[in-house]
């Protein structure tokens, strides 16, 4: 067995995720190797979700009841744990949303209609970049189509990191707004948060940061990134689907205006006119995500205890060793850079002339998941010429023999395809 330095101890971790002793097709072992996708659920925040099905079902927060109190003691608790674990300065500042995608798209809403120095109209600039996820691409578009705003972007540089020899002249007194990701979901890249926030800064504009590959896999500090808000969700980080978080500091959250309206997020209402209550109900319409919060809560705990910075070391160390093993193998091709430097553990290949759906398709016969497509990324696919690629990523579970099974399948790969 390959030994690496810095690993956990994935032995005993991987008793805590039922689904990876999973058999599948001519009893081959799960090879999971799909996390910047969703990760998988340890048994930790299995059993809080069943017991709180079990024991608290309630609506939060206006109930007087037994059930009710106990709910929103385990709602609001998961967001007192979510502001510890990225260092929010108030859990205030912590929004419950159903994914990152609902948190980009708050942002953008509330720039849209907010009052000055904060909105977004035909004489102000939105600067994003060309390895955005599509979720941190397309609510800019339709703002910028909404709005007249002029829509800008930092291009790719040939081993996939942000290009900023022109930074002065992509963010301009006319930027508002400056919407980019931490940790890029298709290459792996870590891109240079304070470069960006700095030349920001200067100019007056917003920083909107998408964390939802970086939340996962480092520690999160939201007062250290001196951003205005970040995005994050929780599939991606041991917890269950349906909740994202939205992190926004306290004035610019009491100055803007609401996205959706409903129950909750109000103090009074007449057939005239409404008020709001505070941040975070105030952007928190309707039943919230109950369960999935105290989910989240659940993940956090669950993180926490085995520490963020032991689960970076562990990825650091089979990301470089799945870069080594990958660049022997034929005719692959790393799309973004290909050391462990500076990045993330998702890496994205081709393979010679074999389509990617091809690859994944041949690698699930042999019990191994990864992903294929333009992962919702496609202008990354654009700027480097080809349809899509198949991306391996890994998480705290994942071990040195994945990454040989791997390998050994894109062998198996090039001999099916000739």
Known sequence: MTQLPGLLDTEAIRKDFPILDRVLHDGKKLVYLDNAATSQTPRQVLDVLAEYYEQHNANVHRGVHVL???ATELYEGARDKVAAFINAPSRNEVIFTKNASES?????NMLGWADEPYRV???TEIVITEMEHHSNIVPWQLLSQRTGAKLKWFGLTDDGRLDLSHIDEIITPKTKIVSFVLVSNIMGTVNPVEAIVRRAQEVGALVLIDASQAAPHMALDVQA?????VAFTG???CGPTGIGVLWGRQELLEDLPPFLGGGEMIETVSMNSS?????????EAGTPPIAQAVGLGAAVDYLTSIGMDRIAAHEH????????????VPDLRIIGPATAEDRGAAISFTLGDIHPHDVG??????????RVGHHCARPVCLRYGIPATTRASFYLYSTPAEVDALVDGLEHVRNFFG
């Open 317 to 328: 160390a089979i990301t470089e060793y799945a870069i080594q093993r990958l660049q022997q």
């Open 104 to 108: 980009l798209n708050l942002v953008a």
């Open 68 to 70: 009710a109190e106990e």
């Open 235 to 237: 599939h991606k980080m």
């Open 275 to 283: 008020t709001y209550a505070p941040a975070p109900h105030k952007f």
């Open 121 to 123: 109209d035909a004489d």
């Open 225 to 229: 990134l001196q951003a205005d808000f």
């Open 361 to 370: 398709q041949v690698l699930d016969e042999q019990g191994i998941a990864v």
